[in-house]
């Protein structure tokens, strides 16, 4: 299927921009995770216990936190949206309890009978109960990071041996790129890292990556039939040739993770908006960023073969 004619974009004009616009972006997301102190981890990473009740009636946040506030929760995190299984009036509210010493049994226990007592005509029902200790936290932690490492560095090694080492540095450098701008974005909307975040990180890394090899297997095949062109005329003429898929793939997926985001409720919230920054992200990489690298990478070739044929002659 073409979405487009035969295109003649001159994208690698282009790419100097493109540099300054991810820099900008990068930039903004390391102050943000600078200023506030790192990622904002989730339960799942710091410990504590996060709790999920339906009232069948309206409730307010304000209600809840002065409810909390009496046992001792009042800087939970307490969030309110509508009833996704009563719809009506009902709501939903998340109440996330840092790590104390208190078990999650006895947490949950705590909060149900203080909200009882104090709310007596709003019962509610129990959604759904994590409960997730400081130490296995900090272990989930590091594995996660360690998990993106790997998976960069085998990518590396794959693509050096499918490919060349210039394409693969031009894919590593984009992954590194959707990666860092992601986790940015998410630091400056303060939204939380979970471990569902994290699978949407890896699922990325293998979206970006896909689109990239087809980019980069149309510039190798063009580098054969191509001889007599220079590489930027070469890889400009395989980013056109393969725009249409790079559009149609990434417009089809955009559509499906909307629909994630908007009707997929709060369980996979934060896994959908991920994956939309990052998809999008790895569409604007595969072009502006992978293949501007291996022709900055050819062209570090080409001037040191000069410098070595000057310093022969």
């Known amino acids: 299927m073409q979405l487009f004619g035969q295109t003649s974009i001159d994208f690698m004009r ?31 990473f710091l410990g504590g216990t996060s709790i999920v009740l339906e009232f069948k009636e309206s409730v307010s946040v304000g209600e809840v936190r002065n409810s909390m506030a ?51 005509d709003k019962s509610h029902e129990v959604l759904s109960i994590e409960s997730v200790g400081p130490k296995i936290g900090a272990e989930l932690r590091r594995a996660a990071i360690l998990a993106i490492l790997i998976s960069l560095l085998l990518i ?56 990239t090899i087809v980019v980069f297997d149309r510039i190798r095949e063009n580098l054969k039939l191509m001889r007599r062109e220079n590489i930027l005329t070469i890889v400009n003429t395989s980013i056109n040739q393969s725009l249409s898929r790079t559009v149609i793939t990434a417009l089809t997926t955009l559509l499906v993770l909307i ?24 569409t604007y990489s595969s072009i502006f960023i992978a293949s501007p690298i291996v022709v900055a990478w050819e062209g570090l070739l080409e001037r040191r073969k000069a410098r070595r044929e000057v310093a022969r002659a």
């Open 156 to 211: 590396l090694v794959y693509i050096s041996w499918r490919f060349e080492f210039r394409f693969a540095v031009g894919a590593v450098v984009a992954l590194f790129h959707d990666v860092l701008v992601t986790l940015g974005i998410f630091s400056l909307l303060n939204m939380e890292i979970s471990l569902v975040v994290v699978a949407a990180f890896l699922t990325l890394v293998g979206y970006s990556l896909n689109d």
């Open 259 to 282: 629909v994630l985001f908007v009707a997929g409720g709060r369980v996979i919230h934060g896994f959908a908006f991920a994956l939309l920054v990052g998809v999008t992200i790895g």
């Open 70 to 120: 009496k046992i001792g929760f009042g800087t939970a995190e307490i969030k309110a949206s509508p009833s996704l299984r009563g719809g009506g009036a009902g709501t939903d509210i998340l109440i996330r309890v840092e790590q104390g010493e208190l078990t999650g049994a006895q947490v949950v226990e705590r909060i149900r009978t203080q909200l009882a007592k104090d709310l007596p």
């Open 14 to 44: 282009l790419r100097k921009a493109a540099y300054t616009f991810s820099g900008v972006l990068i930039l903004a997301g390391i102050i943000s995770l600078i200023a506030h102190g790192g990622p904002r981890y989730g339960i799942d």
